[in-house]
């Protein structure tokens, strides 16, 4: 993308990464650590009140439960980090389109998605949000940051 984008276009791709990685430094960890223990925590309510109401003189119930019970809090896990990482990075976006201007970053988006560069294609199971989605998002930004002016 050097050659492609002039140096000005740079300012809007660089303000947005920036600030999704001084975000991450900084919420990351307790973002993620509150995304993923809701799942442990409902598995810690199952065992408790499997506990209450079998007892302990029953262990298959505690078995089925200690092999079935990681695999959905992984996947709930996983995907409530993906969404909210995919947030953080739209946030970016918005924090640096107050920067440079929503007008700016979106006609750099638009730009680089004209690039087809494959590796900034997000989707479902990516951590990131695409391109479309990123413009979509910076474009509704224009009409709120027109109207203060």
Do not use: H
């Not at 065992?47 to 007892?55: D, P, Q, V």
């Not at 409530?80 to 946030?91: A, D, G, P």
């Not at 590796?119 to 479309?132: A, T, V, W």
């Amino acid at each position: 993308m050097q050659s492609r984008l002039e140096p000005e276009e740079w300012r809007p791709i660089l303000a947005s990464s920036l600030i999704y990685y001084a975000q991450l430094a900084t919420r990351k960890s307790l973002g993620i650590l509150a995304r993923i223990s809701l799942p442990i925590s409902v598995c810690l309510l199952s065992f408790i009140i499997l506990l209450l109401t079998i007892g302990p003189n029953s262990p298959g119930p505690y078995i089925l439960l200690g092999i079935a019970a990681p695999i959905p809090s992984i996947i709930v896990g996983f995907l409530l980090v993906t969404s909210y990482l995919k947030q953080t990075r739209l946030l970016a976006d918005r924090k640096a389109s107050e920067y440079v201007g929503p007008q700016v970053m979106s006609n750099t988006l638009e730009k680089i998605q004209g690039f087809n560069i494959s590796e900034l294609e997000g989707g479902r199971s990516n951590d990131k949000p695409n391109l479309i989605q990123r413009i979509t998002f910076v474009r509704q930004l224009v009409p709120i940051a027109s109207g203060q002016g």
